[in-house]
């Protein structure tokens, strides 16, 4: 590289730690980001600056925004009384994107793990059994991972809330999917879980 | 998403503009981002404002820099008469980390390409011959890649410069490669250009 290239190195560092991004493949975003500099490289780190300055946590969900509390939880047209609880704001977003479910939602940020040492106070467990309380919750779904850890959470919620439906999502085939590329679990889970016609 | 997200979802499109990503996993690096705000979210911002504001094409070679000449055409130990031609600033990268050529580089910025209009001009080719002259260059080194349009290049450049040694890289079995992952073509050209032991 060329002198002066201790900024161009670190941009290239930086990148490199994007998940999915190595260092070959930063090496080529920031080549590309320098060709492109007044389409992309620019606008690229004012958006970073602005999401930095101004993301933050909804108080009450955990889904991330730009205000105290998230658009979902103001939203008087969604239905109260049921609320989905997920990992991740990845999970909820995928929620939203499949666009079928109108309550509210509950941000984990995460699974008990006794590997990890997280317990129920590093997630927000707490904030969803006030909520539960303070919301007249009827139904929690619980859309958490099928791993164990998932699992181990899942059981632990509903421990938690006696005199509360705790359902969660159905196992089965995926849709469009086909049986052959499945694992055996799913199968197993699909031939369990059957439905009459 | 939450209200206010115009912010998240322009940085998203943005980030899902770069080579290797899409838009799914433009959304996991951006939420990785945020929770990462102060260690990579602000310093990836900042690094990339600083390159916006620097970056710059050496102007004797081509390379990418933050200075007019960059320090390999500036660095006197490099030994002159040896110009090596690439078409891209990432090969001339490439080269210089397997870090066994010591002379001066030149990057052309492409390959010749009559479908998408790309002639000499387009590329840096005045500039390699100007400098072929005015540097007293005996031998210049073809990068190229061996695609039809880098070996076009190849002979373009190699027709530009008389009474000046053009070789190009030797074509063969890549170091640790097997012969039954090569295509036919590799092994085609290794057999041809066959060393005694």
Known sequence: ????????????????????????????AVLHLIKKRSLQLIPLAEAMHRVGATARECLSCGNIGTID????????????????????????????????????YHVLGGTLSALDAIGPE????PKLI???QSEGVTEVILALGATIDGQTTAHYIADQLPGITVTSLAQGVPVGGELDYLDDGTITAALTARKSL
């Open 1 to 28: 590289m060329a002198q002066g290239t201790e900024d161009l190195e670190n941009l290239i560092a930086l990148m490199a730690k994007l998940p999915g991004l190595g260092p070959r493949s930063a090496r080529r």
């Open 69 to 104: 509390i998230c658009d979902i939880c103001a939203n008087e047209k969604r239905q109260n009384g049921q609320i989905c609880v997920v990992e991740d704001v990845a999970d909820l977003w995928a929620m939203e994107r499949a666009n079928v479910f109108k309550g509210r």
């Open 122 to 125: 590093e997630l927000r467990i």
């Open 130 to 132: 006030d909520r539960c």
